[in-house]
């Protein structure tokens, strides 16, 4: 793709963004002066807003972008090993473990610094 294709496809996108914000602002106002109809209505309509405000900021060049960096997150988290649950637990009760364990020394330090504290204080 050229740089002058590339122009003229993100020509528009500080229009398309102001379309963007009008479409949210929209949504905002319908939604307070629609107040007395029923929340499921309310919810419907500000979703079908949030879908086209979300297809127009898509065909941004930024939009673009973030649509792509999801792609890419969308594969990396498929490359992903997730543990067994027998890993989980396990690794589960040694972390347990191991804070209940510093918990009590720290507990105990502190139990023995006032201690020794209070001694010298008097």
Do not use: H
Request: aromatic content about 10%.
């Amino acid at each position: 793709m050229s740089t002058d294709t590339q122009e003229k496809e993100y020509r528009f996108d500080a229009l398309k963004w102001i379309v963007v914000a009008a479409l949210v602002c929209s949504a905002v106002a319908v939604n307070m002066m629609f107040a007395e109809q029923p929340l499921g209505f309310r919810v419907a309509g500000i979703a079908l807003i949030a879908i086209i405000a979300a297809f127009v900021g898509a065909q941004t060049e930024k939009g673009a972008q973030f649509v792509s960096l999801l792609s890419e997150a969308r594969k990396e988290l498929r490359k992903v090993v997730w543990p067994s649950a027998q890993e989980r637990n396990q690794t589960t009760v040694i972390v347990l473990v191991a804070v209940t364990l510093m918990a009590l020394i720290l507990w105990a330090l502190d139990t023995f610094l006032g201690w020794v504290a209070s001694l010298i204080l008097g």
